[in-house]
């Protein structure tokens, strides 16, 4: 039933936002802090992403948006939200490249985007779209 899935992909907002914060708390941590934890929380959040968003992501694109685009009037947004989609997969490409190349630190400005843009994502999905669905 679409509620259920609505309500499970809410869950995972609920998580990712979590997520979100543990990662700012890395990046924040001072070029003169601990360095070593800095960079096993990014390494980690990193993982965290591509093992829980990317499904996350699939699963809105097949089980979500094809429903909400029966209603005419949710398509523009619908539009944005897919347009969302492609660029935190992009961006969370751009950090597992940095991870693997040049280590953790220069994941931090693909990061910094990423959070910046879920967050508005997830709020434009659970005010706009979720709602008018259950
Ligand atoms: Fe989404
Ligand atoms: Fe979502």
């Not at 990662?23 to 070029?31: I, N, T, V, Y």
């Not at 096993?40 to 685009?69: C, I, K, M, Q, W």
């Not at 539009?79 to 935190?88: G, N, R, V």
């Amino acid at each position: 039933m679409l509620a259920d899935v609505v309500q499970s992909l809410s869950d995972e907002h609920v998580a990712v936002e979590g997520r979100l914060r543990m990662l700012e708390d890395a990046m924040e941590e001072p070029a003169d802090g601990d360095l070593a934890w800095r960079d096993a929380e990014l390494r980690s959040g990193v993982d965290y992403l591509a093992r829980n968003l990317l499904p996350h992501l699939d699963r809105e694109e097949t089980e979500v948006f094809p429903e909400a685009v029966r209603e005419p009037a949710l398509s523009p947004l619908v539009a944005e939200l897919q347009t969302h989609h492609e660029d935190l997969r992009r961006l969370l490409a751009d950090a597992e490249r940095a991870v693997d190349q040049e280590g953790p630190a220069a994941a931090m400005a693909p990061l910094g985007k990423l959070v910046e843009l879920l967050r508005e994502h997830i709020a434009s999905e659970e005010t706009a779209l979720f709602p008018v669905l259950t």
